[in-house]
């Protein structure tokens, strides 16, 4: 061995040079592989981190002009309202030949009656201003503007006081209200628009009176012949009224605002990955979970609001027992259940004049406990999510019974009510599938995959320039390995000839030839390992770094909490990766100048000494 490095020392610098070279190789090769391997695992991370959603609306037809008389300007004020020529079934999605993960769905919200003893904050928005009051007038009087009148009766509201100012606010020409009598109202009290000439701060304004808004499962209104349409707000109470069918329905109208207050909006859904709000990591489980299998299965299980557990002192484990009487098929639960205020905007009266009755009753086990943070826009603007104040989410299929003879209100498919999942990277797949549809001009779909697009085009590009790094090290490596080959092996043919000549043995020439080789290239290449060492901790620090300044978003995605830490998972390994693969490397270049050079001088064994001694290098 020591002649061996006296025979490389000859040439330093030609030693130097393909020592240095080959550190270099192998350095660019296990860094290469390193962040190769890296990118690898940070696909896998994002596959099973992130998910893509698709939200689905339909766009109306065309858009109608709506007039509404404003008492305190004396002219009516004008808005647009859409107009649909058909309301389009969530079915016509599933004519589309894509693999939806989950989905489509069209979810409607159920009003449940809680079981006595647990309380909900969830309506008092929606009700706390509405009164339901018997009165008469002090005098004859047109209620275009504000009337003082007597409250005669409260049935239904915490109304205050033996008087109050009663304006027929959007009625261009009321009807006269007559001294003496008495009549009847639903009313909210707002505040006074008609100027100083009226002395008072509020004006209790007819809002609504016994109506139906019922639909069949199809979709189509269910006409009444027992209510009339919302022609007139108020009317007046005549002896034995509450006998008549009119004084039943205002009882019966007074019955569902008082069931409305112990109401709470039940969600159904065949999965979380469905609901935009979990998409988005506004909503997350605190305690407990719903599998997926539960899901699928209909089981009898439930997700509650952490505020709802605190409040009635609930537990995963307990049992809630709930009662639904109404669906709906229009709106999202936030319209009615909103958190800073709320809107009824549709009747709780069935066709025939009467509230709801339970439909489907069962009780249910908390599996989970959710926290929903809504941003500023879902805190103040009614409909803005699919999350509402004390809502229960449950399994679709546990809901066992049809609710076709319960639907207060049905509507058009809208991002907050309508959604489907499909595989991560597959949106330009399913929009041109969806453009094959031809009901495709009416429908808007949004898709939102949390950025995955975009992280997975970066992760991609760090892996091909990865590979390209891979290849062009190893690619150095064979090419530096070939060159000593070349120099210290090939070249060395009358070495080996005049030692054979002396009576060495081939063993002995293999160990003069290629022994100070081999430790001069496996300790470049544990060098070159080392570099990539360094390398690596280098590449963890600046990702360190710069993970506060991404240049996309993972704000909302799934599991916001540990999704960075998994995405820089793979990075933080990155320091214990590189040792097998270092130590590999060098082991592969060890073998390979063995392999090679033992090949080479057993070429040269073939030959006559004398041979190698009179041929030309």
């Known amino acids: 061995m020591k002649n061996s490095f006296k025979q490389l020392f000859r040439t330093p610098v030609k030693l130097f040079l393909c020592a240095v070279t080959v550190m270099g190789s192998t350095a660019l090769c296990v860094l290469g592989l390193l962040l190769w391997q ?48 058909s309301i389009l079934s969530v079915d016509c999605l599933e004519n589309v030949e894509f693999p939806f993960l989950d989905g ?15 309380t909900t904050t969830a309506t008092r928005q929606a009700t706390a201003n509405y009164y339901i009051v018997e009165f008469t007038p002090l005098e004859t009087c047109v209620p275009s503007q504000p009337v003082r009148v007597d409250v005669v009766r409260v049935l239904f509201g915490n109304q205050n006081g033996d008087s109050l100012w009663f304006c027929d606010h959007f009625s261009e020409n009321p009807p006269t209200l007559e001294k003496g009598k008495t009549y009847i109202a639903c009313m909210q009290y707002w505040g006074n628009t008609h100027g100083e000439a009226i002395s008072t701060t509020v004006e209790f304004v007819p809002l609504l009176c016994p109506y139906t ?23 007046e109470v005549t002896e034995g009224f509450y006998e008549t069918g009119r004084g039943q329905y205002w009882l019966n109208l007074a019955e569902s605002l008082q069931g409305l207050d112990s109401t709470i909006p039940v969600l159904p859904t065949d999965s979380l990955s469905l609901l935009p709000s979990f998409h988005e990591g506004k909503a997350s489980l605190v305690e407990g979970e719903i599998t997926e299998e539960q899901f699928q ?38 319209q009615l259940f909103g958190y800073s205020s709320g809107a009824l905007d549709f009747s709780l009266l069935n066709s025939e ?32 999510s699919e999350m509402s104040r004390d809502m229960v989410i449950v399994p679709a299929k546990s809901i066992t019974v049809s609710d076709e003879n319960n639907i207060a209100d049905y509507g058009p ?61 190893i690619l150095c490596l064979l090419l530096v390995l070939c060159l000593l080959l070349y120099f210290f092996v090939v070249k060395q043919a009358k070495r080996v000839a005049i030692e054979r000549a002396l009576g060495r043995s081939k063993s002995q020439c293999r160990c003069s030839i290629l022994s100070g080789l081999v430790v001069v290239v496996t300790a470049s290449a544990i060098l070159g390992g080392a570099v990539s060492l360094w390398a690596a901790g280098a590449i963890v620090d600046v990702a360190a770094l710069s993970e506060n300044e991404e240049s996309f978003s993972i ?18 390994e990155a320091s214990d990766g590189v040792y097998p693969l270092a130590v590999g490397t060098a082991v592969v270049v060890f073998a390979i100048t063995m392999a090679f050079g033992n090949l080479l001088l057993h070429h040269s064994f073939q030959k006559e000494p004398m041979t190698l001694l009179n041929s030309r290098e």
Request: aromatic share 10%.
């Open 38 to 85: 890296q990118a690898n695992s940070q696909i896998r991370s994002l596959e099973e981190s992130f998910t893509t959603i698709a939200t689905v609306e339909q766009t109306p037809n065309t858009t109608k002009l709506s007039s509404v008389w404003d008492a305190a300007l004396g002219a009516y004020t004008h808005s647009s309202t859409p107009v649909y020529d």
């Open 104 to 118: 489509p769905e069209k979810r409607p919200y159920y009003g449940a009656y809680l079981p006595s003893g647990l």
């Open 213 to 235: 808004t019922q639909y069949d499962s199809n979709g189509n209104k269910v006409e009444s012949s027992v209510i009339p349409d919302r022609d007139t707000l108020w009317e």
């Open 297 to 334: 299965e209909g089981a009898g299980v439930c997700l509650v609001t952490e505020e709802f557990a605190r409040v009635n002192n609930l537990s995963v484990g307990d049992s809630l027992s709930l009662s639904l009487y109404f669906a709906n098929y229009n709106t999202p639960a936030s």
């Open 353 to 384: 004049g009467q509230v709801y009755s339970t439909f489907f009753e069962k009780e249910y086990t908390i599996a989970g406990i959710y926290r929903y943070s809504p941003d500023g826009s879902e805190t103040v603007q009614l409909g803005a």
């Open 413 to 473: 498919m809208s991002a907050t009510t309508t959604s489907f999942q499909i595989g991560n990277g597959s949106i330009a797949a399913c929009e041109a599938a969806l453009a094959s549809l031809p009901q495709s001009r009416f429908l808007t779909v949004t898709f939102d995959d949390n950025g995955y697009t975009q992280i997975m085009d970066s992760v991609s590009q760090a892996r091909s320039v990865a590979v390209i790094l891979c290849g062009m090290g």
């Open 555 to 572: 704000q909302y995605s799934v599991g916001t909490e540990a999704l960075g830490d998994e995405l820089l998972a793979p990075q933080a």
